[in-house]
């Protein structure tokens, strides 16, 4: 054997080919050859990317050039001893470091969730005699022995079946358990397809196999999703890129203004010391060092509103995402689908000759030949009542699926059980893959069920009516549905035993029809979210026809060329396949594969692209999109890649929980556009002040104060309103944080009322009034205006007398408080001999108020042009 995965594909090879390539034999490995293999291919699990070192994430806070802008000016305040002003601006440092590095810390790791998928034990035969070992210790080679309700330790290929099938829900998303065959497949067999392989961590749900494994760790199917998951990196949200390009613009723009403003005040005759620190305070002023701090408290209260509606957020940027997404792509089982195959109509034969469309409603009676054929079924049914003490109505089923929904449809309709609770079973010939159905003798009459196409060809019909019963099944069968068929025949007098080769000439009696509907608030949860201007794609890995009949069930209209299969999309290119992206509806029969192909196609398009998914093989294209949606039914390693788990596996709740998003996108923007409008008031003041060589109107400590505390309270408060522009916005405009509003009140507004500043200060100083008084109100007149104008900024649009301004009471909290701190600071002795602040004289709070006036009517007026340019 030379490596630990086979190059000719083992679902493709014959038994003997299978044991000649892996070097193994019926008897197993001998001891000393499987510790040999398990040096070379080491441990049957799934080895982790290195651990991040604590350390170096800290380290990594650092990075941002606002960080760096800070630590920079708390280093000179430190060289010149100026530890008041040290203090201040270390707070902030910290806060936001502390903040960054809690986050990053507690992401929680994928890989350890795919690990708990490996049963610790697993039975292997080696030299010739069965023994459980730990299933990390399994080798490609050894011989597995693979019963009900074990794990597949490994992935192996099956030697032998005994009504053996497995879940795989985990890696293929399909919810019906597969039969395993022992028979060689095709080449070109998908994952799915290979029905005589046996999948690492998949679940043993009936019979027992025995297996030889060609796959190990890394190397298993599930292995390889885990190496994907190890590989791929989240993608940056479009908050943390635009905060990032914000960053680094302020950090520039900052750095010329700091070295423009040491320069001035050296050429006019000031010291340089003095000049760094007045640097230094300026340079915290410009900076929004809070700013991060209140879009965590906003991303935090919008992910609790979400966590209401049965969403769980496990990344707060993920939030804010969802008001920015432009495109689901949705899955269907289990996610617009309840994965439940329910039975959904009873046909006759003579119902599918006459082409009659039935459907059993819960109040409608059924007719005699559908209670009669339900009545035959029962003997062949494998089911065990866990409660048979309780009344019928009340039994609880323990079986296959289809069978446990025929149960209950007998119940709900009145069909008599005393079949299924016989203690002695009718059923001759179980189920099984080869036949595809089974027998019970009932009354000297065999009854066959099973697969309807069998059922066909073995019957005793016309030609006439074999043809359109043939013609049904196929179309019955692209429109989602799974079918299972009945027929009868007599017992031959004097035969004891039955064989499949005895199932000729048969009387075909009908079908039972078998649907998973679609969840009931789905309609109007897509019809929502597409009001929003969001696009829906379906992606899924069912037949084209199942996938088409779901969709225009949900209410779409769907064109011939707005459907592509995967096998389709496999030959072409990417740039093929982007251009045919836009116009696309469905993606059926796709892989995993597929769906993280498209998913990158569609970014790469400038789409902000939300998927949902609840299997193993979805975890990589989850991680990898800008916000992976698990629902709370789906496999662990789904959740933990995903950035919002649906814990009602309602799809209503990601209409919701975009909703919200939106909410916190839009106040995220308030939270911005307010924050930055007062960001260059100390540059523009401190700056004309030294161009017009007028004394400093403001100390270092007076300037991070206003900076720390006034607004940053307000912005705080953004995070609990209630969303009142509730306006819709364009693809482009959903992407952006910064829109063209907060650029406008941002730059625009906040660069006017920055220069309103400072010549209030100019003609102040030309007043000849007394420079403490000076002080004074423009100490006021800063931090109390930032304050009052935040009632403006409630809406980006709205004029502000439209709505009441007074209903966010943490808002009025805030102000409340911020305005105390404001009065505390001239009215208490030590907080004046800290700020070096003069009392406030009282003959000029109506000049403040003046000042707030003029401020609002700013902001309202650029708001009304918004309104009337359409902007």
């Given at each position: 054997?030379?490596?630990?995965?086979?190059?000719?594909?083992?679902?493709?090879?014959?038994?003997?080919?299978?044991?000649?390539?892996?070097?193994?034999?019926?008897?197993?490995?001998?001891?000393?050859?499987?510790?040999?293999?398990?040096?070379?291919?080491?441990?049957?699990?799934?080895?982790?990317?290195?651990?991040?070192?604590?350390?170096?994430?800290?380290?990594?806070?650092?990075?941002?050039?606002?960080?760096?802008?800070?630590?920079?000016?708390?280093?000179?305040?430190?060289?010149?001893?100026?530890?008041?002003?040290?203090?201040?601006?270390?707070?902030?440092?910290?806060?936001?470091?502390?903040?960054?590095?809690?986050?990053?810390?507690?992401?929680?790791?994928?890989?350890?969730?795919?690990?708990?998928?490996?049963?610790?034990?697993?039975?292997?035969?080696?030299?010739?005699?069965?023994?459980?070992?730990?299933?990390?210790?399994?080798?490609?080679?050894?011989?597995?022995?693979?019963?009900?309700?074990?794990?597949?330790?490994?992935?192996?290929?099956?030697?032998?079946?005994?009504?053996?099938?497995?879940?795989?829900?985990?890696?293929?998303?399909?919810?019906?358990?597969?039969?395993?065959?022992?028979?060689?497949?095709?080449?070109?067999?998908?994952?799915?397809?290979?029905?005589?392989?046996?999948?690492?961590?998949?679940?043993?749900?009936?019979?027992?196999?025995?297996?030889?494994?060609?796959?190990?760790?890394?190397?298993?199917?599930?292995?390889?999703?885990?190496?994907?998951?190890?590989?791929?990196?989240?993608?940056?949200?479009?908050?943390?890129?635009?905060?990032?390009?914000?960053?680094?613009?302020?950090?520039?723009?900052?750095?010329?203004?700091?070295?423009?403003?040491?320069?001035?005040?050296?050429?006019?005759?000031?010291?340089?010391?003095?000049?760094?620190?007045?640097?230094?305070?300026?340079?915290?002023?410009?900076?929004?060092?809070?700013?991060?701090?209140?879009?965590?408290?906003?991303?935090?209260?919008?992910?609790?509103?979400?966590?209401?509606?049965?969403?769980?957020?496990?990344?707060?940027?993920?939030?804010?995402?969802?008001?920015?997404?432009?495109?689901?792509?949705?899955?269907?089982?289990?996610?617009?689908?309840?994965?439940?195959?329910?039975?959904?109509?009873?046909?006759?034969?003579?119902?599918?000759?006459?082409?009659?469309?039935?459907?059993?409603?819960?109040?409608?009676?059924?007719?005699?030949?559908?209670?009669?054929?339900?009545?035959?079924?029962?003997?062949?049914?494998?089911?065990?009542?866990?409660?048979?003490?309780?009344?019928?109505?009340?039994?609880?089923?323990?079986?296959?699926?289809?069978?446990?929904?025929?149960?209950?449809?007998?119940?709900?309709?009145?069909?008599?059980?005393?079949?299924?609770?016989?203690?002695?079973?009718?059923?001759?010939?179980?189920?099984?893959?080869?036949?595809?159905?089974?027998?019970?003798?009932?009354?000297?009459?065999?009854?066959?069920?099973?697969?309807?196409?069998?059922?066909?060809?073995?019957?005793?019909?016309?030609?006439?009516?074999?043809?359109?019963?043939?013609?049904?099944?196929?179309?019955?069968?692209?429109?989602?549905?799974?079918?299972?068929?009945?027929?009868?025949?007599?017992?031959?007098?004097?035969?004891?035993?039955?064989?499949?080769?005895?199932?000729?000439?048969?009387?075909?009696?009908?079908?039972?029809?078998?649907?998973?509907?679609?969840?009931?608030?789905?309609?109007?949860?897509?019809?929502?979210?597409?009001?929003?201007?969001?696009?829906?794609?379906?992606?899924?890995?069912?037949?084209?026809?199942?996938?088409?009949?779901?969709?225009?069930?949900?209410?779409?209209?769907?064109?011939?060329?707005?459907?592509?299969?995967?096998?389709?999309?496999?030959?072409?290119?990417?740039?093929?396949?982007?251009?045919?992206?836009?116009?696309?509806?469905?993606?059926?029969?796709?892989?995993?594969?597929?769906?993280?192909?498209?998913?990158?196609?569609?970014?790469?398009?400038?789409?902000?692209?939300?998927?949902?998914?609840?299997?193993?093989?979805?975890?990589?294209?989850?991680?990898?999109?800008?916000?992976?949606?698990?629902?709370?039914?789906?496999?662990?390693?789904?959740?933990?890649?995903?950035?919002?788990?649906?814990?009602?596996?309602?799809?209503?709740?990601?209409?919701?929980?975009?909703?919200?998003?939106?909410?916190?996108?839009?106040?995220?923007?308030?939270?911005?556009?307010?924050?930055?409008?007062?960001?260059?008031?100390?540059?523009?003041?401190?700056?004309?002040?030294?161009?017009?060589?007028?004394?400093?109107?403001?100390?270092?400590?007076?300037?991070?104060?206003?900076?720390?505390?006034?607004?940053?309270?307000?912005?705080?408060?953004?995070?609990?309103?209630?969303?009142?522009?509730?306006?819709?916005?364009?693809?482009?405009?959903?992407?952006?944080?910064?829109?063209?509003?907060?650029?406008?009140?941002?730059?625009?507004?906040?660069?006017?009322?920055?220069?309103?500043?400072?010549?209030?200060?100019?003609?102040?100083?030309?007043?000849?009034?007394?420079?403490?008084?000076?002080?004074?109100?423009?100490?006021?007149?800063?931090s109390s205006y930032i304050l009052v104008i935040s009632f403006s900024f409630r809406s980006l649009r709205k004029p502000i007398f439209s709505y009441n301004i007074f209903s966010n009471a943490k808002l009025n909290w805030s102000i409340f408080s911020a305005l105390l701190l404001l009065i505390l600071t001239f009215v208490l002795p030590f907080m004046r001999d800290i700020f070096e602040m003069d009392p406030f004289p009282l003959n000029w709070l109506p000049f403040v108020f003046l000042w707030l006036v003029v401020n609002i009517l700013l902001v309202e007026g650029a708001k009304y042009v918004f309104r009337k340019l359409d902007i």
């Open positions: 054997m030379k490596n630990n995965n086979i190059n000719t594909k083992p679902w493709a090879m014959t038994e003997e080919e299978v044991f000649l390539s892996l070097g193994t034999s019926k008897e197993g490995l001998s001891e000393k050859e499987a510790e040999s293999r398990l040096s070379k291919f080491g441990t049957n699990t799934f080895h982790n990317k290195e651990k991040v070192n604590p350390f170096v994430l800290f380290l990594k806070q650092f990075l941002s050039p606002l960080i760096f802008l800070l630590v920079s000016a708390s280093v000179i305040t430190i060289f010149l001893k100026e530890w008041m002003n040290t203090a201040g601006i270390v707070f902030a440092i910290l806060i936001n470091v502390g903040l960054g590095f809690w986050h990053e810390y507690n992401a929680e790791n994928t890989l350890e969730k795919l690990k708990g998928y490996i049963k610790e034990r697993a039975k292997v035969v080696r030299e010739g005699k069965e023994k459980e070992i730990d299933s990390a210790m399994i080798v490609p080679g050894d011989l597995i022995k693979i019963s009900y309700g074990s794990r597949v330790p490994a992935d192996a290929r099956v030697l032998s079946v005994n009504n053996f099938q497995t879940d795989e829900a985990i890696l293929t998303g399909e919810s019906i358990p597969v039969y395993k065959e022992i028979g060689s497949m095709k080449v070109s067999a998908e994952v799915a397809e290979r029905k005589n392989i046996a999948h690492s961590g998949t679940l043993a749900v009936q019979g027992f196999a025995t297996a030889v494994v060609y796959a190990t760790g890394n190397h298993t199917e599930i292995g390889k999703i885990a190496g994907m998951v190890s590989k791929i990196d989240r993608v940056d949200t479009p908050l943390k890129r635009g905060m990032n390009k914000l960053a680094w613009l302020i950090f520039c723009i900052t750095l010329l203004i700091v070295v423009g403003i040491v320069t001035l005040g050296v050429i006019r005759g000031e010291s340089l010391f003095p000049m760094l620190v007045l640097s230094a305070a300026v340079a915290v002023g410009a900076v929004p060092e809070s700013l991060p701090i209140v879009l965590t408290v906003i991303l935090a209260i919008g992910a609790t509103r979400i966590a209401e509606k049965k969403g769980i957020v496990r990344k707060l940027t993920a939030a804010e995402t969802l008001g920015s997404t432009t495109l689901i792509m949705t899955d269907k089982t289990g996610t617009l689908t309840l994965a439940d195959m329910q039975l959904t109509a009873i046909y006759s034969r003579e119902d599918i000759i006459l082409e009659k469309k039935k459907e059993i409603k819960d109040n409608s009676e059924l007719s005699g030949e559908e209670k009669n054929l339900l009545n035959l079924s029962l003997s062949n049914l494998d089911l065990s009542v866990e409660n048979p003490e309780e009344i019928s109505s009340k039994w609880s089923f323990k079986g296959k699926p289809f069978e446990v929904n025929i149960a209950k449809t007998c119940v709900a309709h009145g069909v008599s059980l005393d079949e299924l609770i016989k203690p002695i079973s009718v059923l001759v010939l179980p189920f099984n893959s080869t036949n595809k159905f089974s027998i019970a003798l009932e009354d000297g009459e065999y009854i066959v069920m099973g697969a309807p196409d069998i059922l066909l060809k073995k019957s005793n019909l016309s030609k006439d009516e074999y043809l359109k019963i043939e013609k049904w099944i196929e179309k019955t069968s692209e429109e989602g549905k799974r079918l299972i068929g009945i027929a009868s025949f007599p017992k031959k007098e004097g035969q004891n035993n039955i064989t499949a080769e005895d199932v000729e000439g048969i009387k075909f009696l009908g079908a039972f029809v078998f649907y998973d509907p679609l969840r009931p608030e789905v309609p109007e949860a897509i019809k929502n979210i597409e009001d929003h201007g969001i696009k829906i794609v379906l992606v899924t890995g069912d037949l084209k026809g199942t996938a088409v009949s779901l969709a225009r069930e949900i209410g779409w209209k769907i064109e011939e060329d707005e459907v592509i299969l995967g096998a389709d999309m496999r030959t072409m290119s990417n740039d093929e396949l982007s251009k045919l992206l836009p116009h696309i509806k469905i993606f059926a029969r796709v892989t995993p594969e597929d769906k993280f192909r498209v998913g990158k196609l569609y970014q790469k398009l400038g789409e902000v692209v939300a998927m949902t998914g609840d299997g193993v093989n979805d975890a990589p294209a989850l991680k990898a999109m800008d916000i992976g949606i698990s629902v709370g039914s789906g496999s662990d390693v789904a959740k933990s890649a995903a950035d919002l788990v649906l814990l009602d596996d309602n799809f209503h709740t990601i209409s919701m929980a975009i909703d919200e998003g939106r909410k916190i996108l839009s106040n995220i923007r308030k939270a911005v556009a307010y924050m930055l409008s007062s960001s260059f008031d100390m540059v523009f003041v401190i700056g004309g002040g030294l161009v017009f060589a007028l004394p400093l109107p403001l100390t270092a400590l007076q300037i991070i104060w206003i900076n720390l505390f006034t607004g940053s309270l307000p912005a705080l408060a953004f995070a609990f309103d209630k969303d009142i522009d509730k306006q819709k916005y364009s693809g482009k405009d959903l992407k952006l944080v910064f829109s063209k509003e907060v650029k406008i009140l941002a730059l625009g507004v906040g660069a006017l009322t920055s220069i309103l500043l400072f010549v209030l200060y100019y003609v102040l100083h030309q007043m000849e009034i007394e420079m403490s008084t000076i002080r004074s109100v423009m100490f006021t007149c800063l």
